[in-house]
């Protein structure tokens, strides 16, 4: 299904406009119920972060990973203080990641957008659905 809807973006409003998020770690990253409300078989955290950043980067897709950020990781004495729940950001840590992402966007975007002629973003063009071939990456 997230392949699918990277199509769909990518189809809608042109891979240069996309900036895929790779989700935070979380405690109990491991377990294949997460914090047990699961049923057993579920995959890791880590395959689907794995699985994402494959489908990002076959795709050619800007993208954020704050995956070894040990402000960003509940597993790391300072990163637990700046969760909720082991999962939850509190609200430092949302100011924590409210402030990486905006310098990471800033980072990918903004000399772009300052040297594009006119700079008014018509220059982002649409990109295709048949962009890029995702067989053999899914996360289903």
Known sequence: AYDALIEYLMATYGKEKLIIVYPLRRRNETATNGDGSKAEGSRPLAEYHD????????????SVDFWNDGDLNPNTPGGNENFADGLHPNDIGHRLLGEKL??????????????MPGNNNTNLAKTPPSFCKLGGVRLS
């Open 51 to 62: 699985a994402e950043k494959a489908i990002a980067e076959k795709c050619g897709l800007k």
């Open 102 to 115: 905006a310098e990471a966007i800033n980072r990918m975007y903004l000399n772009e957008i300052q040297t």
